[in-house]
């Protein structure tokens, strides 16, 4: 079992940046994919990136590709989307999400577990 938390949503200009965090517990990062989500109102969750470390695979959406980046800090179980050059249509409530695989997954439906999300609203 995993249980996920995310934090670090909030309020930012366009152009500005910000890190959202994933506390991960129950198992480690070498055998999971992670996955970041994201959901803006009256619209479907969309993928946003996802790694495998021990497959050593990453994978970006487009809209996203070249101003976010996944990362983690095992020490700490905690897995981070960097987000650069924050535009309006990043606005969305953010996921975070996990499965148990060597697969990076772009799909909703291929995830297992899920935060609770956490809200980014980018300003013009």
């Known amino acids: 079992q995993v249980q996920l938390v995310e934090s670090g949503g909030g309020l930012v200009q366009a152009g500005g940046s910000l890190r959202l965090d994933c506390l991960a517990s129950?198992?480690?990062?070498?055998?999971?994919?992670m996955g970041w989500f994201r959901q803006a109102p009256g619209k479907e969750r969309e993928f946003v990136a996802a790694?495998?470390?021990?497959?050593?695979?990453?994978k970006y959406a487009d809209s996203v590709k070249g101003r976010f980046t996944i990362s983690r800090d095992t020490a700490k179980n905690t897995v981070y989307l960097t987000m650069n050059s924050l535009k309006p249509e990043d606005t969305a409530n953010y996921y975070c999400a996990a499965q148990p695989g060597i697969g990076v997954y772009v799909s909703r439906s291929q995830y297992d577990y899920w935060g609770q999300g956490t809200q980014v609203t980018v300003s013009s």
């Open positions: 129950g198992r480690t990062f070498s055998s999971y994919t």
């Open positions: 790694k495998n470390w021990g497959a050593g695979v990453t």
